[in-house]
C-alpha cells in the first residue's frame, strides 16, 4: 500500500454542530436495500409470477422438459446481446445496429463455410474479429469524433442490414457445418451410466450448487470480517435454500431432456465473466463512472474515451456470437436475420434494472429482464397467442417496469 | 403615485439545512437605478428570486409590497405580469430561434394558434432600436454575441411591459465596450421611467449607475447609502461588504516559514485560457503565482474572477482553451494536457462543484473514494474489494465521515459529508499539489472546521495546498499567503500580516481600468 492517510481524527469541532448523520437500525438496512434494488427484487419476483402464471394457464406445458430446453435455445441469442447492451447503456449510450451485425456475421459466416468451405473453428473466430471490428469502427466515431452513438448505430444498423443482403444476394445460405451447428443447437455429449438423466448435466448441476454455496458463505464471512451489518442468518439460509432449488429444478428439467445445451454453458460463462468485469474490474468500475457523472469521472482521471471504444468494440464481438448462434440455429444465413433484436435487446436491460441516463444495471439484470420476454415470449406461443398481441403485451410489460421503476424512485425520493 | 415603487419587509428564506435569507429589507424608490451587492453567497440571487416568483409566496417568510399592493406571485409569470422581470446571470434565449422569436416566446403575437409574423418583426426591430441594436430581428441569436445577447433580453423584458427590471450581474461575461453600452442602457431606461436593480460586484460600475447601494450580508440586509453622497466612497462599501467579525474559530496554525532556495513544488507561470465558445474573452488573463511545499497559499476573488477556470485548465485543461502558459513542477517544467498527466505528476484539484464534477452522486461512498487511484487496489486490472474496503473505512474514520456504512449512497449524504469524500477521493490519489477550490462551500460551520483541519494536516505533511474560497475570514485565518484575482487577472499578493478583508476585497474588486 504506497497510500498514506494524511488527516488525524479531527479534534471535536468547537463551532456548532457537526454534520448529520444517518441513523437507521437493521431492519432499515434490509428494506433500504430492498427498496434500492427494487427494480432487480421486484423484476425477479415478477419473473417468478410469469413463470407461474404460463405454468398454470399451460397445464404445465411450459415446464416441460423439451420447452424449457427450447426457451433457453430460442432466447440465448437475445440475452448474449443483452449482457453487451447493458454494458452500453450503463455507460451512458445506446446501441442500434446489433440486430443488423447479428445478420451481417451471419451472412458472413455462411459465405466463409459454406461458399468457400473454409474450416469452421476459423471461421468462427474470424466472425468474432468482424464483429469486434465493426463494434471498433462505430466505437472510433462515438468516442473519439463525439457523434452521438443513437446516430452512428442507426447508421450502421442500415449499412449492416443492407451490406448483408448484399453478402448474401438476397438468398438464403446455409446448411452450416456440423460443428458450428452444435452453437445455436447442440447439447453436450451424452456418457456414463444410463440413469434416464443426462450425467453430465446432472454433474454440472451439482457442481454450480457448491459453486454458488461456497461463494455465499465466502461472501458472508468476508463481510462479517469487516464487521459489516449482514443479513441475518435464516433470511440467508433462505436465500441460499432459494438459490439451490432453483439451480436444481433447472438441472432435472434438462437433465431429463437431451441434456444442457452448449449455447447455455457460453451464455453461462459470459454472465460469470462480465459480471465479475462489471463488479470487480478497473474496467467495470469506470463503465459505471463514465454513465454516473462523465464530467466527474473526466476530473478523476478516467480515460472515457478509451473506455467507451471499448465497450461498443465489446458489443460488436458479442453481436457476433449471437449472430453464429443465431445462424446456427436456423442451420442457415439470412438477410432477414436478428430483426428487431436490437429491441429485444434494449428492452431486456431496461426491464432488469437499466437506467436512460446511465451509470446504473447489473449484467445479471439484463438476463432477468431478457428472461422475462423470452418467458412471455414462449408461454403466448403456447397459448397461440398471435404476434401481434405478443408484441402488444411486450411493449406494455416494458412500460409497466420502467414505469414501476419511475414511481418507486419517486415515493422514496431518491 | 409617490412613495417607494418596491418593499420587501424582514424577508426570511430558509432551505433545508440552510438559512439563506435570514432577515432581509429593502426599499427601491420609482424611478431609481438600485444596486445590490454583497460577498458571494450572501442571498443576493436568492432575494431576487424570491421577489421575481422563482421561490413562489409561501415558501418564505415576509411580505412584498410592490406599487403599495401585497403581492403573493406564485410564478414568474405572476411576477412578470406585474411588469416585474428578472434578467439572470446565464442568458435564457434559444440560440437556435431569430430575435424576434426569443423576445416574444411564450408571449407571441398570434391569431388563433398561428403566428402573426408582419406584427411579430415590426414589433421586434422597434424593441430593438430602443435597445440600440440594429440587427435584423430574424437574425439566429447564436449569431450575435453575448453582449448583444444581453441586450436582447432587455427588449424581452421591455416587450413585457416592465416597470422594474432586474438585472443579475449583467456585465460579468462582457467586455469593457459591451458593458459600457449596457450600463448606457439602464441610465436612458431610467429617463423612460423605468426602475432597475442591479445586483453587481464591480464598485465602478456601481458608481457610475446607481443612485444608491443596498448592501446584504450573511442573509442579511446591512445598509442602504446613497452612491450619490459624497461619504459614500468605495471603501465605504467594501467596509459594508466585509464588515462581519473573525468569529469563526480555524485550526491552530503555525505559519509557514517559505524556505527561498528549494523551487516551488507548482509554479504557473503567465497562464492565459480563453473562453471555450467566445475566443475574443480572456478568462484566465496571464496569471503567475506559485506554490511552496507546506504552504496554503489562497486565491481569493468574485464571482466572474477566473480563479476555478484557472485552476481547471492547469489541472488537465479541463476548462477553455489553453492559450499560452506554462506549469512548473518542482523547478521543472511538466506537461498537464490530460487530467490523467496532471494526476501522473501529483497534482490534484477538488472541485467547487462536487455534485457535477466531483462526485458520481448514484454510487457509494466507497467506489467514489477509490475512483481516482483504482490501480492502487487492484492486481491486474482486478479490483481487490478487501483492499478496497479497508481503504474507505480507512477514510471514513480519518474523515469522520458521518454514515452507516461505506456502502451508502453519496447522493443520501449531507453537503458536508459529501465534501469530505471528495476530499478523501483526491487524499486517496496521494497528490503532492492539492487544488482546493470553495472546500467549504454549503457545508455547516461544524464540517467546515473538521475540513480545516485536514487541510491544515495536509500541509504540516508537506503538501502544497492552493486554497480557492470566496469567504475572506476563511483565507486570512488558513493561509500564508493570499493572491487576489479580478477578471482574469491577477491583482496582489499579500503575506499572512499584510491581507486584512478590506485590503483584499479591495484588490477583487478593481476593473481593469484601475488596474492598469
Known sequence: MSTDVTAKTPAPAPPGKTGGATGGGLLQLVLDGLRRNMRQYGMLLALGLIVAFFAVVTDGDLLLPRNVSNLILQNSYVLILAIGMMLVIIAGHIDLSVGSLTAFVGAFAAVLTVQHHMAWPLALVLCLLVGAAAGAAQGFFIAYLGIPSFIVTLAGMLVFRGATEILLEGQTLGPFPDGLQKIGNGFLPETGPDTNYHNITLLLGLVLIVFVVLQEFRDRKRQQEFSLDVVPLNLFLLKIVAIVASVLVVTMLLASYKGAPIVLLILGALVVGYGYIMRNAVFGRHIYAIGGNLPAAKLSGVKDKKVTFLVFLNM?????????????????????????????????????????????GTVLGAIIGGLVLGVLNNG??????????????????????????????????? | MAGPVLEMRSIVKTFPGVKALSDVTLTVQRGEVHAICGENGAGKSTLMKVLSGVHPHGTYEGEILFDGEVCSFKDIRASEEHGIVIIHQELALVPFLSLAENIFLGNEHAKGGLIDWRETLKHASELLRRVGLSDHPETRVADIGVGKQQLVEIAKALSK???????????????????????????ELKKQGITSIIISHKLNEIRKVADSVTIIRDGRSIETL????????????????????????????????????????????????HHPIDQTRKVVDDVSLSVRRGEIVGIAGLMGAGRTELAMSVFGRAYGRYAGGTVLKDGKEIRTRHVAEAVEHGIA???????????????????????????????????????????????????NIKTPTVFETVGRLSGGNQQKVVLSKWIFAGPEVLILDEPTR???????????????????????????SSELPELLGMCDRIYTMAAGRLTGEFSRAEATQESLMRQMTKDKEVTR
Not at chain 1, 442451420?331 to 434494449?346: F, T
Not at chain 1, 397467442?385 to 424512485?409: E, R
Open chain 2, 442 to 468: 454549503g457545508i455547516d460551520v461544524g464540517a467546515k472546521y473538521e475540513i480545516y483541519t485536514v487541510i491544515d494536516q495536509l500541509a504540516a505533511e508537506g503538501k502544497a495546498v492552493v486554497f480557492i
Open chain 1, 316 to 360: 460488436g464481438a458479442l453481436a457476433a456470437l449471437a449472430g453464429l448462434a443465431i445462424a446456427a440455429r436456423l442451420n442457415a444465413a439470412s438477410p432477414k436475420a436478428g430483426l428487431n433484436y436490437e429491441l429485444e435487446a434494449i428492452a431486456s436491460a431496461f426491464i432488469g434494472g437499466a437506467s436512460m441516463s446511465g451509470g446504473v
Open chain 2, 349 to 399: 484539484y477538488v472541485t467547487e462543484d462536487r455534485k457535477h464534477y466531483g462526485l458520481n452522486l448514484i454510487d457509494n461512498i466507497n467506489r467514489n473514494i477509490s475512483l481516482t487511484a483504482l490501480d492502487k487496489v487492484a492486481r491486474r486490472g482486478v479490483v481487490d474489494e478487501h483492499e478496497e474496503r479497508k481503504v474507505s473505512e480507512r477514510f471514513r474514520k480519518s474523515m
Open chain 1, 380 to 414: 403466448m406461443n403456447l397459448l397461440s397467442v398471435g404476434t401481434d398481441w405478443q408484441q402488444v403485451i411486450k411493449g406494455l410489460a416494458l412500460l409497466a417496469a420502467v414505469g414501476f421503476d419511475v414511481w418507486n424512485k419517486r415515493k422514496s425520493g431518491s
Open chain 2, 226 to 273: 446613497d452612491v450619490k453622497s459624497a461619504e459614500t466612497t468605495e471603501d465605504r462599501i467594501i467596509s459594508g461588504m466585509v464588515g462581519r467579525d473573525l468569529d469563526h474559530r480555524f485550526p491552530e496554525r503555525t505559519p509557514h516559514e517559505a524556505e527561498a532556495k528549494a523551487a516551488p513544488a507548482l509554479e504557473i507561470r503567465n497562464w492565459t485560457v
Open chain 2, 161 to 187: 411591459k416592465v416597470k422594474l427590471l432586474i438585472l443579475d450581474e449583467p456585465t460579468a461575461a462582457l467586455n469593457d465596450e459591451d458593458s459600457g453600452k449596457l450600463l448606457d442602457l439602464i441610465l
